[in-house]
């Protein structure tokens, strides 16, 4: 980007930009300052929902803990994902847009507020308490219905996408309003939140034919997910010193002791694990030549979300065993770890080969490998291995692919990505 370019950009806020799109293919683009802060808001949805789901695990209600954990991630990730895409694609940064964007984080922190009260709900059976969180989501809809429709008059060429997200968002919010807070039975509750989950995973189908309908950056795009996974990272730091604050002592926290130095290493540990793993592909320059993948890298993620969130619910749950505040057992214990560890590395290999549509024999014994460590760890708690232990081998599962792409796995990943820009520059012929 010129001087002047960035300096017209940053004088954005003083006057109203026309809402014509962004190049896709612009240099230099990276996140802003303000979706920098709009993320901010997701940090306390992220944390409330891996801190009850931890609770929940915690006092041994495992299948409501589940369901209430699944429930608000997939709430959690669908609301970023509407905002980032629509960001990349028409962020104008100036003041109407800038105040949009407010309500919509007043509309998170709503959402969030109402968290706590679905995860009791949910704990104590009955009826799903979801009027805070469809409250936060109608405020945070109001914001978004007013940015395309501005996107929709003022851009000619994405008038029909802008008024179909508008008409499909609408219906969408309305099925939530009426599932949130009409006295339904149960099963029609969760069968409202099926049909209407759905609805929502298909919104970019029925108004642009997937991802491709909007001139959304895909380095930029490649990179607000990496922030998002970053932000949902942070949830296995929060766990690991939730895990050991009594363990060190409790305020004092000089009493160092074994249980406590294995948490803060596996906890440390993992989270890194986890972040080189994620960051040994360059999605960006995937997305590049294959935009037309844009919707499968999308929604893709929110099993990988989940499966991060609850990692770090995993470590808190691990650290409330040692100090004898969970009434589940030790294997119960690493498998709530375990599990979201295979989760998330799984939905890295499955992103990583759909995307570049190849298979690689290399990853599928990475990933053997990677699922033996983490059965490794459990079969050590059955046998009645210390969880600090466990704790301690579930970490190395991560390092299984970040050993294997150092050494082998990034020649494997170069030729693949050789390959795909060779067939974008030399289409077959007719």
């Known amino acids: 980007m010129s001087d002047s370019e960035g300096a017209g950009r940053r004088g954005a806020a003083h006057r109203l930009v026309p809402m014509t799109g962004r ?14 802060l709009f993320d901010l808001t997701f940090v306390v949805a992220v944390g409330t929902a891996a801190s009850r789901f931890a609770e929940m695990l915690a006092g041994g209600h495992v299948a409501q803990a589940l369901t209430a954990f699944v429930l608000a991630m997939f709430a959690i990730s669908v609301a970023w994902i509407s905002f980032s895409w629509f960001a990349s694609a028409f962020g104008t940064d100036d003041w109407l847009y800038r105040a949009l964007t407010m309500v919509q984080m007043t509309g998170v922190v709503v959402f969030s507020l109402g968290l706590p009260a679905m995860f009791h709900s949910v704990e104590e059976g009955g009826h799903l308490e ?21 996107a929709a008059r003022q851009s000619p060429s994405f008038h029909d996408v802008g008024m179909a997200n508008i008409r499909w968002t609408v219906i969408a919010q309305v099925g939530w309003i009426v599932v949130g807070f009409a006295h339904l039975p149960l099963p029609a509750v969760f ?4 049909v209407f989950g759905a609805l929502e995973l298909l919104l970019p189908v029925l108004t642009q034919g997937g991802a491709g309908g909007t001139p959304w950056h895909p380095h930029h795009v490649a990179e607000r997910y990496g922030l998002f996974a970053i932000i949902t990272l942070g949830e296995g730091v929060v766990g690991t010193v939730a895990s050991s604050g009594d363990l060190l002592g409790g305020e004092a926290g000089t009493d160092w002791t074994w249980n406590a130095a294995a948490i803060v290493v596996a906890g440390v540990g993992l989270t890194f694990g986890m972040w080189w793993v994620y960051f040994s592909t360059p999605f960006g320059d995937v997305l590049v030549h294959r935009r037309g993948r844009g919707y499968l890298f999308g929604y893709g993620h929110i099993p990988l979300f989940i499966g991060i969130a609850g990692a770090g619910a995993g470590l808190h749950v ?3 065993r040692l100090e004898h505040h969970a009434r589940i057992g030790e294997v119960a214990v690493v498998l709530s770890l375990a599990l979201p560890v295979g989760l998330y590395l799984l939905m890295v ?5 759909l995307l570049l549509s190849v298979t690689d024999r290399f990853h599928l014994l990475l990933i053997s490998a990677t699922l033996a460590v983490l059965a490794a760890a459990v079969l050590l708690a059955a046998a009645g291995v210390t969880p600090a232990v466990c704790l301690l081998v579930v970490m190395l599962a991560p390092y299984v692919t970040v050993v294997g792409y150092e050494t082998v796995g990034h020649r494997h990943q170069r030729r693949m990505l050789d390959d795909i820009v060779a067939a974008a520059e030399h289409p077959p012929t007719p």
């Open 130 to 150: 979801l009027r805070g969180m469809v409250i936060g989501y109608v405020v945070m809809r109001v914001a978004m219905v007013s940015q395309w429709w501005r």
């Open 191 to 194: 069968a409202g939140f099926a």
């Open 23 to 36: 190049d896709p293919e612009e240099r230099g683009r990276v996140a802003t300052p303000l979706e920098l």
């Open 318 to 320: 691990a650290g409330l």
């Open 349 to 353: 290999y499955l992103l990583h080969t």
